[in-house]
């Protein structure tokens, strides 16, 4: 059947006011185009769609068969036109998203994405720790919080996106560098920098040691994963950061990861706004592409290889 948008449309009108005249009206168009449109559909589909009994006129089987399809296709369209309506108002929208520091490793490429997609909306980014993140929820200060997983007891809405491992970074000429399986107890030898209280990096760290009875000696504290980074490759000592923060000082041979037993600590992103928050149009379709569409833009983050 080769069946025309335009003939649907009209003959939805005719059998929607089972008149040719009021289709006509409505339609702003002539009597005889509207009849022109009908019977072009007719002989398209191969059979009549209307009866004329008198003045009136019906619909015949076929007809109705029609008038389905021609109803179907006018509810999608409406929703379609709905749904596009939706997206301009993304297109000038605004979107305050707070991220932790170790998420900045890959929230620019995740929000360029974006913005190439909608690029009306305004961005603003805010970069901080984890208890920076968990104030700045309580605050209801953005629209949406990208995070590790938030402690229960706050009222959040948190959807894990991405997975997060930690592993333990040494430098590259560290005699560690060539074991295999290195015991946990083996650690207490080293030295571990610490991130500063308050970020997540450290109390997983902290939570998993205790967890396993293991005491760790610590040295210098440090607030950046960038200094953690730099402490280590000045032999300062040993550090435990997200695979997501070494992608390049891997590939450059400046850091190594250490093949450690249970390592690495198994975390996730979450993507994070208050229960109950009204999230604007911009926000939820934000959160949306974090959801769906971060494994697939950036396939190489979500499961990075030690
Ligand atoms: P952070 O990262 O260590 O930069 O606070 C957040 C997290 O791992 O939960």
Redesign the pocket.
């Known amino acids: 059947m080769h069946v025309t948008l335009r003939q649907l449309n009209v003959f939805h009108a005719v059998a929607r006011h089972r008149s040719f005249t009021r289709a006509a009206e409505e339609l702003h168009l002539s009597q005889p185009a509207v009849s022109m449109q009908v019977k072009q559909l007719e002989e398209n589909v191969g059979l009549p769609l209307f009866e004329h009994l008198g003045k009136k006129i019906y619909l015949t089987e076929a007809g109705t068969e029609i008038f389905r399809c021609s109803r179907a296709v006018a509810q999608q369209l409406a929703e379609t036109e709905q749904t596009i309506a939706e997206l301009r108002g993304v297109e000038r929208g605004q979107l305050a998203v707070a991220v932790?520091?170790?998420?900045n490793y890959f929230a620019p490429r995740l929000l360029a994405g974006f913005s190439q997609r909608y690029p009306g909306v305004h961005i603003s980014l805010s970069v901080t720790?984890?208890?920076g993140?968990l104030k700045n929820l309580e605050g209801n200060e953005s629209d949406v919080v990208l995070?590790?997983?938030p402690p229960a007891e706050h009222e959040l809405v948190a959807e894990p996106f991405m997975l997060?491992p930690l592993v333990v970074i040494s430098p590259p000429d560290h005699p560690l560098t060539r074991a295999r399986r290195i015991p946990l107890a083996r650690l207490q030898q080293e030295t571990f920098l610490l991130?500063e209280p308050?970020?997540?990096?450290?109390?997983?760290m902290e939570r998993f040691f205790s967890e396993r009875g293991i005491s760790i000696y610590t040295g210098m504290e440090m607030n950046t994963?960038e200094a953690i980074k730099q402490g280590v490759e000045a032999g300062l000592g040993l550090g435990i950061v997200?695979l997501h923060t070494v992608g390049l000082e891997l590939e450059m041979k400046r850091l190594a990861v250490l093949n450690v037993e249970d390592f690495p600590i198994e975390?996730q992103w979450y993507v994070v706004h208050r229960q109950g928050k009204r999230l604007s149009r911009v926000a939820q379709v934000f959160k949306d592409y974090v959801l769906n569409e971060a494994t697939a833009l950036h396939g190489d983050i979500r499961s990075p290889r030690p």
């Open positions: 932790a520091s170790t998420v720790n984890r208890e993140l995070m590790g997983q997060n991130r308050g970020s997540g990096t450290r109390v997983a994963n997200s975390r």
